[in-house]
């Protein structure tokens, strides 16, 4: 069975970064692309980008760009999304989304990320 596990909520205070991790288990890691959206609330889904795990192939969204860290650790099966400068806007569920030929296929729960002071 494929998963994607997420931790359940972070809170940071404006200015501070967060780590996001994603385990994916299920399945051979390596053999497909991740990709980062969020959901701020009231809004639509909006990507942030993908991270190819076998080869570390980035694609960032212009809109992070600067701003955001993809990784992945093979010995771990795991993918993250470091985003730094954190502001009140950048509070919003941050999902985990495995790619296929056509819409993804599996996603994480979600990570609540909230920031305030």
């Known amino acids: 069975e494929v998963q994607l596990v997420q931790p359940g909520a972070e809170l940071r205070n404006p200015g501070a970064r967060v780590k996001v991790s994603c385990k994916a288990s299920?399945?051979?890691?390596?053999?497909?692309?991740i990709d980062w959206v969020r959901q701020a609330p009231g809004q639509g889904l909006e990507w942030m980008g993908r991270i190819h795990p076998e080869d570390g192939e980035i694609t960032y969204a212009q809109k992070f760009q600067g701003r955001v860290t993809f990784t992945a650790d093979t010995s771990t099966s795991a993918v993250y999304v470091e985003l730094s400068s954190l502001r009140s806007e950048d509070t919003a569920v941050y999902y985990c989304?495995?790619?296929?030929?056509?819409?993804?296929?599996?996603w994480g729960q979600g990570t609540q990320v909230t920031v305030s002071s």
């Open positions: 299920g399945y051979i890691f390596t053999s497909h692309y």
């Open positions: 989304a495995r790619c296929s030929a056509g819409p993804y296929d599996y």
